[in-house]
Nanobody, 129 residues
Framework: QVQLVESGGGLVQAGSSLKLSCAAS????????VGWFRQVPGKLREGVSC????????YYLPSVKGRFTVSRDNDKKTVYLEMKNLKAEDTAIYSC??????????????????????WGQGTQVTVST
């Protein structure tokens, strides 16, 4: 089973940028999807972005499209989430996950996803105004 470790979170001001990393070990990410999710205490977890490692298809939550970019470095077995123009509503614990699948949600510009089996521990992102 693959193990995931996130890093790169922190406290920043609105309008700033952060780049999260999701490093995999124990197995490769070949032919897998890697999703980024976020959760605020008391609210449901939501899918923020997803990437197909094999062909780099990407999916985004509409509210982050144009501000967040997901990418992968296969050699480093790492997936990144670059976040620009951060807003207070982006404050959450961000987690990456794999061993699941993502699909485009036709007509909405968003995506939906299956259950993911392997999760990282999460990294806190706090955006102050």
């Amino acid at each position: 089973q693959v193990q995931l470790v996130e890093s790169g979170g922190g406290l920043v001001q609105a309008g700033s940028s952060l780049k999260l990393s999701c490093a995999a070990s124990g197995s490769t990410l070949d032919h897998m999807f890697v999703g980024w999710f976020r959760q605020v205490p008391g609210k449901l977890r939501e899918g923020v972005s997803c990437i197909s490692v094999s062909d780099s298809r990407t999916y985004y939550l509409p509210s982050v499209k144009g501000r967040f970019t997901v990418s992968r470095d296969n050699d480093k077995k790492t997936v990144y989430l670059e976040m620009k123009n951060l807003k207070a509503e982006d404050t959450a614990i961000y987690s990456c996950a794999t061993e699941g699948e993502c699909f485009p949600a036709r007509g909405s510009g968003s995506f939906y996803y299956t259950d993911f089996a392997s999760w990282g521990q999460g990294t806190q992102v706090t955006v102050s105004t």
